[in-house]
Every structure is written in structure tokens, then in C-alpha cells.
């Protein structure tokens, strides 16, 4: 995949929207579209039917070592960025994830409802690294626009999330530099941990 489709795949995932592209050479312009996606459903795995199917050993052990991390989690940035980097890893390594979390957990609610979280912590890496390898080798980044139907806040309801959107978009309306603040990524991926 080309780094445009792993950015547009990444900030669609992280806004839960559908995201299209829409690039300008002559102006040296990015136009990123944003519109609602209602939830798709993932089809079964080859093999998640038979009689076992409640028995994965695969998943098991990732959810309870996931757990003792997030239990004796203490506050401290080096075990939040360990949480948050095994975490994130969770939906690339384990295919068909939110299925096999049905499958598991026989509550699709539960399942749902842990499968959103896991997505929600382990996304703020992966679209900061997106935004920086974006910004580091698209020249047409320096004019971007979003065009949405809703107010890209409205998914943040904590003010640490609204601190992040703002600061987002301040990076992006900057005319004059490629680079991002150098603000690390944590304080941001921890407003998630709330």
C-alpha cells in the first residue's frame, strides 16, 4: 500500500468515518472529504464455525495479559506507551478480531463495547506516525482541507480529546513548516486511557 492509502485507511479508522482524498498538484493542495460510514459487518473466519469455536487459544492469552497490564497500570508514561504500543498491535497480529471477540465472549455488546476500546487506545500511535510520514514526504501537505458534515469534535467529549482535535488542527492550518510540534504523542494517547 502506498503511504496515502495507509493514511487515509488510519484516519478513517481513528475518526470511525468514511475518508476519500481528493489531491491537487498544480496547487500543491490535499482535500480530505469526511463523511458518516455506518458500522460494517465483518464476515466469519474459515473455521470459527465448527464446534470449538468458543475456544480460541489465540485470543485468550492476549486479553488476560492486556488485562494484568491495564490493572497494574500506575499512572507512569512508560507503562502507558507499553499498554498503548502492545494494544495497538492487537488488531494488526490477530485477523478477524472483533469476530473472534463475539465468538469468545458470547455478548455481542461486550464484545463490541471491547473491541471499540481496543481500537481507541491502540489508535493514537499509528495516525501520529501517519500524520508525520504524511508531512514529512507529501508535498502537497502544506494546503490541507477537510470537508465533513459534522463538527470533528463532536466525537470527543472529554476535554483532553478537544485539546487534541484543536492542536490537530492548528498543525494543519500552519502555512509556513512541514514539521509537527514537537509535542510527543503520549499526552494525547493518554487522554484515551480515561
Known amino acids: 500500500q502506498s503511504l496515502r492509502d495507509r493514511f487515509q485507511h488510519r484516519l478513517s479508522q481513528w475518526l470511525g468515518v468514511s475518508v476519500s482524498i ?21 464476515c ?6 465448527d464446534e470449538f469455536e468458543n475456544v480460541d487459544t489465540e485470543l485468550g492469552p492476549q486479553l ?10 500506575r499512572s507512569s508514561m512508560k507503562e502507558a506507551h507499553a499498554i498503548i504500543n502492545f494494544i495497538s498491535t492487537m488488531t494488526r497480529i490477530l485477523p478477524g478480531l472483533q469476530q473472534r471477540l ?8 461486550s464484545a463490541n463495547s471491547l473491541y471499540h476500546s481496543i481500537c481507541t487506545l491502540g ?3 499509528p495516525v501520529y506516525n501517519s ?20 463538527r470533528l469534535e463532536m466525537f470527543f467529549k472529554t476535554p483532553e480529546k478537544r485539546e487534541s482535535v484543536y492542536r490537530l488542527k ?12 514537537d509535542a510527543n504523542p503520549l499526552p494525547i494517547a493518554l487522554c484515551w486511557l480515561r
Open 131 to 150: 500524520w508525520l510520514q504524511a508531512a514529512a514526504n507529501a508535498k502537497t501537505f502544506r494546503n490541507v482541507t477537510f470537508y465533513s458534515f459534522f
Open 123 to 125: 489508535s493514537p500511535e
Open 170 to 181: 492548528q498543525f494543519i492550518q500552519t502555512d509556513d513548516t512541514v514539521e509537527p510540534p
Open 102 to 109: 463475539k465468538s469468545l465472549l458470547r455478548r455481542i455488546r
Open 44 to 49: 466469519h473466519m474459515m473455521g470459527m464455525d
Open 64 to 73: 488476560i495479559s492486556r488485562r494484568k497490564m491495564v490493572q497494574d497500570y
Open 22 to 42: 481528493s489531491e491537487n498538484q498544480k496547487k500543491r493542495s490535499i482535500t480530505i472529504f469526511l463523511s458518516s460510514d455506518p458500522a460494517s459487518s465483518q
